[in-house]
């Protein structure tokens, strides 16, 4: 199984609401199923620098869990 990586998808990429979003493909190429990061990361440091990816970023729901061949697999993205 594949997984190509995170990636931000939508039903229009120009527009929000917009995931960070892992994507697993079978060896076949078929989706398996997705990820979209539930935990984005927002900091304010003083007199330096804020950053907000929730700004342009939409959280996910749920997470996601995949039996594979080498076992249960459980999908995070950065700072999950």
Do not use: W
């Amino acid at each position: 199984m594949l997984d190509p990586g995170g990636i931000v998808r939508g039903e229009d990429p120009a527009k929000p609401p917009r995931h960070n979003t892992s994507v697993l493909c079978a060896p076949t190429g078929e989706t398996v199923g997705s990820y979209r990061k539930m935990h984005l990361f927002d900091a304010r440091i003083r007199g330096r620098a804020v950053l907000q990816e929730s700004r342009t970023i939409v959280p996910g729901d749920r997470p996601f869990v995949v039996d594979t061949p080498l076992g249960r697999l459980g999908f995070s993205i950065c700072y999950d």
